[in-house]
């Protein structure tokens, strides 16, 4: 069965600190997505990356990154020289073959981010 | 609208009443999706529609719950007996992945369901 574990409930930084999101999931399939997902204190939450089992390139996207080890089940999302407005609850989420490709979502981490 | 729109944004009702709740999702998108919010957790799957079939409904708690999607784009998701414990924000999201991919799920901004 799959399943995603943010072991961080809350996580809080000065702005400009850098910060990582952890993020553990446990599939028995081959095939499955990973995604990272952001909801801002307004409440939509808000599609940040998704990657795909056979990719395990790391990515980044300004000061979003992202480091997919599947030696370890991790997909972990590291913000650099974080700002206020990254405060929000970030989730880690994932969809797997054999679950017909529904999305499941961890706890999430709740950032505070102050100035 | 461009995005995926939920219907009410809020509604307040009485232990035992049915309330049903409606998402008009992103025109084109075959796949929808229904979550369940309570405070400070994450979203717990309900219901997974490719076009007009419920593709998964393994995460409805019991029979109370009932979600329909008729002409493959508009769905309406009924609780029927309402109880305190479904108090909570409905999440609903709409996709264009089909057959084995999965894309982002665009998510609408909830409606909150408070039952007293």
């Known amino acids: 069965a799959q399943k995603v574990t943010q072991a961080q409930t809350e996580i809080s930084v000065v702005e400009k600190e850098d910060v990582t999101l952890d993020c553990v999931y446990e599939?028995?399939?081959?095939?499955?997505?990973l995604f990272w997902y952001k909801q801002p204190p307004s409440g939509e939450l808000v599609f940040l990356i998704r990657r795909n089992s056979f990719d395990e390139q790391n990515e980044i996207s300004g000061r979003y990154s992202w480091n997919f080890q599947k030696s370890t089940s991790s997909f972990n999302f590291t913000i650099t020289a974080s700002q206020v407005v990254d405060s929000a609850v970030y989730f880690c989420?994932?969809?797997?073959?054999?679950?017909?490709?529904?999305?499941?979502f961890g706890a999430g981490t709740r950032l505070f981010v102050k100035a | 609208g461009a995005g995926v729109s939920q219907t009410p944004s809020n509604k307040v009702t009485e232990k035992g009443k049915y309330v049903e709740l409606r998402c008009d999702p992103i025109s084109g998108h075959t796949a929808l999706y229904w979550y369940r919010q309570s405070l400070g957790q994450g979203p717990e799957f309900l219901i997974y529609f490719q076009g007009t079939g419920a593709a998964d409904d393994s995460g409805l708690p019991n029979d109370r719950f009932f979600a329909v999607r008729p002409e493959g784009s508009v769905s309406t998701l009924k609780i029927q007996r309402t109880e305190r414990g479904d108090s909570a924000v409905y999440l609903c999201?709409?996709?264009?992945?089909?057959?084995?991919?999965?894309?982002?799920?665009?998510f609408g901004e909830g409606s909150r369901l408070t039952v007293l």
């Open positions: 989420a994932l969809s797997e073959e054999t679950g017909g490709f529904k999305t499941i």
């Open positions: 999201a709409s996709s264009e992945a089909t057959g084995g991919q999965t894309g982002e799920l665009f």
């Open positions: 599939t028995r399939d081959t095939t499955y997505y």
